[in-house]
C-alpha cells in the first residue's frame, strides 16, 4: 500500500512545521542527487570520448607498412576496426551527453514548479502564523478581563451584605464590576472573531498544504522514476558498446582465420625471389698451376708451393732469387752440388721431414726441390726447409735468394 505525503507530515502542534521541513529536505537531498547523477554521466562522457580519441589516434598512428600478404590483411582490419570501435565510443559520449541534458531540463523543470509552491506556502504560512500570536494574545486578556470581572462582582455582593458600608461606595463597586464585565465581552468578541479568522486561515493553509504534498510526493516520484530510467539506459548504452565492440574484433578473427602461414611466405618468395640455387663453392687454384692464360693447370697432391714470408723493407724480391718451381744449374745438370745458404727467417718444423732452422744459421742445401721445399744439412740432421727462407753465400754475388718474405709456407 503506498503511502502518502499528506497523511504523514503534519506537525505535532498548531505552529509546528517539522513535517513540511522535512519535506523540503527530502526534495533539497532529491536535487543534490540529480546533480550527482549528471556529473557522473559527464565525468563518463568525457572518459568515452578521450577513450575514443585515443582509440583513433593508435589506429592511425599504426604502419604496418612493411608487411606483406594476408597478416597485412589481419593487421590493416584491425586497424580499421580500431578506429570504427574508437568513433563508436565517441557516439556514446554524445548519447551520453543528451541524457545529462534530459536531466538538467528535469531538474530545473521541478526547481521552478517546486519553487511556486514554496512561495505559496510561504504566504499562508505568515498570515497563519501572525493571526495565531494575536489569538493566544487576545485569549490570554480574554481570560484576564474575565477573572477580573468575576472578582468585580463578588467584590459588589460583599458590600451589599454590610449595613456599614455606604451608598457612595455600594455605587462605585457595582460602577466597577459593571466596566469590568463590559471589558470582558469586548474581550471575548475579540477573541472568538481571533480564533474565527485563524480557523479559515488554517484551513487554506492546509487545503494549500496537501495540495502541496501531493505536487512533492509526484515530483519524487518523477524524479526517482526519471533517474531510475536514465540508469538504466546508461547502462543499456554501455552494454550495446560492448556488444559494438566485440562486433568490431570479431571481424578481425574473422579475417584472421584467413591468415595462412604458406601463403604468405609464397607472396614473398614470389615478391623477392633472387635465385633459385646456391652459387658456385670457391675452389683453391695454386699459384703454380696457373698459366700465363689464367689456366689451370696440373694440381700438386704431394705438397703445394711455398708461401712466400713476410716482404722485407725493400719491398719487391730481387733477381736472382729462388722461387717455387724453378731449376738451379745444378739441378738441371741431374748432378748433387752441396752449397751453403744462410738462414733469413725463422722456420719451426711441423712434419717429421721437415728441419727447424733460425735466422743467421747456415746450412747447406743438398737437394732443391720443385715445390720449392729444399733438403738442408745442418749439425748432422737434414730436412726440408722452404727455399724462400734461405740466401745463397757466394762472394761473387750480391743477389738474394729469398723472395716475396710476406708469405709463409704452407702444408
Known amino acids: 500500500m503506498a503511502l502518502l505525503f499528506c497523511d504523514a507530515f503534519w506537525g505535532t502542534d498548531f505552529i509546528d512545521q517539522s513535517g513540511y521541513e ?6 533539497h537531498d532529491g536535487r543534490h542527487m540529480c546533480k550527482d547523477v549528471e556529473d557522473l554521466l559527464k565525468m563518463r562522457a568525457l572518459a568515452e570520448e ?5 582509440l583513433v589516434a593508435i589506429a592511425r598512428k599504426a604502419e604496418g607498412q612493411t608487411e606483406i600478404g594476408t597478416i597485412k590483411a589481419s593487421f590493416d582490419k584491425l586497424k580499421a576496426e580500431i578506429e570504427k570501435a574508437g568513433n563508436l565510443h565517441i557516439q556514446l559520449s554524445e548519447r551520453i551527453k543528451e541524457e545529462v541534458l534530459k536531466i538538467e531540463v528535469f531538474r530545473e523543470h ?15 504560512q505568515k498570515p497563519k502564523m501572525m493571526l495565531h500570536k494575536k489569538t493566544m494574545e487576545s485569549k490570554r486578556l480574554y481570560e484576564q478581563r474575565f477573572k477580573e470581572a468575576d472578582e468585580a ?15 457612595r461606595q455600594s455605587e462605585k463597586v457595582m460602577n466597577r464590576a459593571r466596566l469590568c464585565r463590559q471589558a470582558a465581552n469586548l474581550a471575548e468578541k475579540q477573541y472568538r472573531w481571533n480564533v474565527d479568522q485563524l480557523e479559515k486561515t488554517s484551513q487554506d493553509w492546509e487545503s494549500t498544504y496537501r495540495s502541496a504534498c501531493e505536487v512533492f510526493q509526484q515530483q519524487e516520484s518523477e524524479r526517482i522514476n526519471i533517474l531510475r530510467c536514465v540508469l538504466w539506459d546508461h547502462c543499456n548504452l554501455l552494454s550495446m558498446q560492448c556488444v559494438r565492440d566485440d562486433d568490431c574484433y ?4 574473422k579475417i584472421l582465420e584467413q591468415c595462412d602461414i604458406i601463403t604468405d611466405n609464397n607472396c614473398f618468395i614470389k615478391m623477392k625471389k633472387t635465385g633459385c640455387c646456391p652459387p658456385a663453392p670457391i675452389e683453391f687454384q ?9 689456366g689451370v693447370g696440373r694440381v700438386e697432391t704431394n705438397r703445394l708451393s711455398v708461401l712466400l714470408p713476410r716482404m722485407p723493407s725493400s719491398g719487391c724480391p730481387e733477381a736472382g732469387s729462388n722461387l717455387g718451381g724453378t731449376h738451379t744449374p745444378a739441378q738441371q745438370r741431374g748432378g748433387v752440388t752441396e752449397e751453403k745458404y744462410m738462414v733469413s727467417y725463422d722456420f719451426k718444423a711441423q712434419e717429421d721431414d721437415e728441419l727447424s732452422v733460425s735466422k743467421g744459421q747456415v746450412v747447406t742445401i743438398t737437394e732443391q726441390g720443385e715445390d720449392g721445399w729444399w733438403r738442408a744439412w745442418r749439425d748432422g740432421m737434414s730436412g726440408l726447409v722452404p727455399g724462400t727462407y734461405l740466401t745463397k753465400i757466394s762472394p761473387h754475388s750480391t743477389h738474394l735468394a729469398a723472395a716475396h718474405p710476406e708469405r709463409n709456407p704452407i702444408k
Do not use: P
Not at 50 to 54: A, H, L, S, T, V
Not at 153 to 167: D, I, M, P, R
Not at 250 to 253: A, G, K, L, P
Open 22 to 27: 522535512a519535506i523540503l529536505q527530502r526534495l
Open 250 to 253: 570479431e571481424e578481425v578473427r
Open 110 to 124: 521541478q526547481k521552478e514548479q517546486r519553487k511556486k509552491l514554496e512561495e505559496i506556502i510561504e504566504k499562508l
Open 50 to 54: 578521450k577513450y575514443g580519441r585515443d
Open 153 to 167: 462582582e463578588q467584590a459588589v455582593g460583599k458590600k451589599t451584605n454590610v449595613n456599614t458600608s455606604t451608598h
Open 286 to 294: 695454386c699459384y703454380s698451376d696457373v698459366d700465363i692464360n689464367g
